[in-house]
């Protein structure tokens, strides 16, 4: 494999004018650009990015950790931010933690061992602050994207969760549903889930007499949990008449639970999701969603992310609205 020596040697030029040809090319006389550009090519050199990194501390390559790479939201995050990360000159390097601690640690490890300039990272429900701490200290600039915990020390970009959650709450209140059941996932005290809080308090606010089966979370983010879920409350002597599911993933269970019973959308059952994915435009009627402004809040990370690479020390937390999308999904329930 060629070195940095062999291609400075074929250019006629020292080995330090070479590396100032890939680092920092405006810098150098054309010609001399030119035959360290050929030699490079002639040798098909690659540096050694991790070395580089070594020596410089850091590298030019921001870290993405999302909850779970199979949920479309996080696909969505995912591609918008490595576009535009490349687009500024930094690659992108991402795994996922399935919402947990000790999966989310070994990643953060994998990560610091790559020498990331930054990290973009929706962290686990019980996350390591600790070593987060630990990397920003070492020059790591971090931001946490879709969640946050109370006593986070870093810079997040959120969406309104509980805000929304009461929306939804409100908008199926108003269409005169009064038996609203919850589908997803909620966390100990100690590690509150919005979405889940701002239904509990849309609940205590329109005075709504619900059973403790229609308010009892999921365990944990599991599609086959969300369907059984789903089946189990359209079970119960009474049903709920309306059904909000807490993402995408059980919008989709809620869905094909309630077709596999034979129930009509909303004439028997209304439904409404959170994230707007192709397929809830797609089925008859489509889905009433609440939709995360998913490019604003990409870009808005990345921004916040790269300000902290270059020095700014700001701590910013910003919050967005998610849009209430009505398609037919919901109607009045049944007298």
Not at 56 to 74: A, Q, S, W, Y
Not at 204 to 219: D, I, M
Not at 257 to 275: Q, T, V
Not at 301 to 326: E, H, M, Q, W, Y
Request: with cysteine.
């Amino acid at each position: 494999m060629a070195t940095i020596e062999d291609v400075a040697k074929l250019a006629g030029v020292s080995p330090t004018t070479a590396k100032r040809a890939i680092r920092q090319p405006e810098l150098l006389a054309p010609e001399t650009l030119e035959r360290v550009q050929n030699a490079v090519l002639a040798l098909q050199y690659e540096p050694d990015l991790v070395a580089g990194a070594l020596r410089r501390g850091r590298n030019k390559t921001i870290g993405l950790m999302v909850g779970d790479i199979l949920e479309p939201i996080f696909a969505q995050f995912t591609r918008i931010i490595g576009e535009e990360v490349r687009k500024r000159g930094y690659s992108l390097l991402l795994a996922d933690d399935e919402y947990d601690a000790e999966i989310e640690l070994n990643n953060l490890k994998l990560f610091y061992g790559h020498r990331i300039s930054g990290l973009i990272i929706r962290p686990a429900y019980a996350s390591n602050y600790d070593y987060l701490r630990r990397l920003e200290s070492r020059g790591v600039s971090i931001v946490e994207l879709d969640y946050t915990q109370p006593q986070s020390p870093f810079s997040y970009i959120m969406l309104r969760n509980e805000e929304a959650s009461f929306e939804a709450v409100k908008y199926l209140y108003e269409l005169g549903h009064r038996r609203i059941a919850y589908v997803g996932r909620a966390e100990p005290a100690d590690y509150p889930e919005e979405r889940f809080t701002g239904f509990l308090k849309a609940v205590e606010h329109f005075e709504l007499k619900l059973p403790e089966s229609y308010l009892t979370p999921l365990a944990k983010f599991n599609e086959q949990l969300a369907f059984e879920r789903t089946h189990y409350l359209l079970s119960l002597p009474e049903p709920p008449t309306a059904l909000f599911a807490y993402n995408g993933t059980h919008t989709l269970s809620a869905y094909r639970a309630i077709r596999e019973r034979g129930l009509r959308i909303p004439e028997d059952i209304s439904l409404l999701g959170f994230d707007n994915y192709a397929w809830m435009s797609l089925v008859s009627p489509p889905i009433d969603v609440l939709e995360q402004p998913v490019e604003d809040m990409a870009f808005a990370a990345i921004d916040v992310v790269l300000s902290k690479i270059a020095g700014n020390t700001d701590l910013v937390r910003k919050r967005f609205p998610a849009t209430l999308i009505k398609r037919g999904s919901c109607g009045a329930p049944k007298v």
